[in-house]
């Protein structure tokens, strides 16, 4: 009896360790990411991959895989060194020459998913909702700046590693931001630009 006692308290222990573990390493983190950042579709005839740096907050949630994440970033993006049509206001239109440069803020809220797994590096995915601050600069003679602010989405994915209370991580995301017929965004090959998307890769340090 005492034998079967020994042999199922083990069992419980083995079982409620790994659970208690993920406990203990899941507590509420910050942290810091920086990276480069890539314009894609229409945002690509007016601007070239610049950089990005941002700060994170990460909520764990107890005894499943998923967390809550909230994301602060500034993404610079360069002009190319093409001149180009451009528009800011809906049925409006102006002429912007080079460089132009962009700079987007964002904040966002996202969940995050970890595969499970015993190794201390985990695969990732994270999606999530927030809100943009546009700001454009063309010099037409002079400093000329427009900014705009506009909801938008992103998903991507990642791997980081989690060593006590200190990890790292590497990822890439995918944000579009949505303009309606408000444009706010530069393009050669349509007038009415709905969205603006960018690529950025960005690695990080949480405490």
Known sequence: MRSLLRTTAFGVVMIVSPLAAQILTRPTQFGVMGGVTAPIGLLRDATATGWNAGVLLNIGVPLIPV????DAQVHHLGG???S?????TPGGSGFCPEPIEMRIIDGTANLVYTFPGMLPAKFYLIAGAGIYGERAHSDDGGNVYETRTKFGLNAGAGMKLQLGSLGGFVEVRYHNVIHGSDIGDYA???PQVKSLQFVPISAGVVF
């Open 84 to 88: 180009i049509s451009c528009t800011f």
């Open 188 to 190: 050669i090959r349509s």
């Open 67 to 70: 967390s809550i994440r909230i």
């Open 80 to 82: 190319n060194g093409f």
